[in-house]
């Protein structure tokens, strides 16, 4: 055989034939080869302990719970699930990566949810900037059950311009013959420097 031809087995190449001009085949067999190439190609060597990111490196990620403690909510009103201006997510200038989760729980009677949004603003009391209101959950009928909860997340990217800003979680629903609260602590933002 000439010294680059190989055979694809079931197994994968037959890489004894590729240099069996050059050595003896006996002496180099596929497993050989294979282990070779995974001790050569093991990859970079890593730090030993931990990275500690900085939120001006990629890779720096950060969440942000609510702060509120759990409140009712009335169909179609904006609420933000933290408790402050003070409790804002506060970006640095970049792309972001952002995902938000939102947990609802429905009285213990059957209803309906219409939809249910959630969003990031830079507004505490409208969806202004940030993200907008997304939809995270359709239309739908809910049993009784103290168990039953409306949740719903969604994954993005946002581009905080330079400066910096601040983002607070708002979320909304629209239900009808239940109520519906808010568990706010249940509920959290988690960013992720992309650039």
Avoid: H
């Amino acid at each position: 055989m000439s010294g680059l031809t190989g055979f694809i087995t079931n197994n994968g190449i037959d890489l004894s034939y590729v240099f069996s001009p050059l050595w003896n085949s006996a002496s180099l067999n596929n497993e050989n080869v294979f282990n070779a190439k995974n001790t050569f190609l093991a990859g970079i060597a890593g730090p030993s302990a931990g990275i500690t990111y900085t939120s001006d490196m990629i890779g720096y990620t950060v969440t942000q719970a609510g702060t509120r403690a759990d409140f009712s909510m009335t169909s179609g009103a904006i609420y933000s699930v933290q408790a402050s201006s003070t409790n804002a997510l506060t970006l640095g200038a970049g792309v972001w990566m952002v995902t938000a989760y939102s947990t609802l729980q429905p009285s213990n009677n059957a209803g309906s949810c219409q939809f249910s949004t959630t969003g990031l603003s830079t507004n505490q009391t409208l969806y202004v900037g940030g993200t907008g209101a997304r939809s995270v959950c359709g239309s739908m009928s809910i049993p009784a059950s103290t168990a039953s909860r409306i949740i719903g997340s969604f994954t993005t990217t946002i581009v905080v311009p330079t400066g910096g800003a601040s983002y607070w979680q708002l979320i909304n629903v629209t239900f009808s013959t239940f109520t519906v609260q808010c568990l706010a602590t249940n509920c959290f933002i988690t960013a992720t420097r992309v650039a």
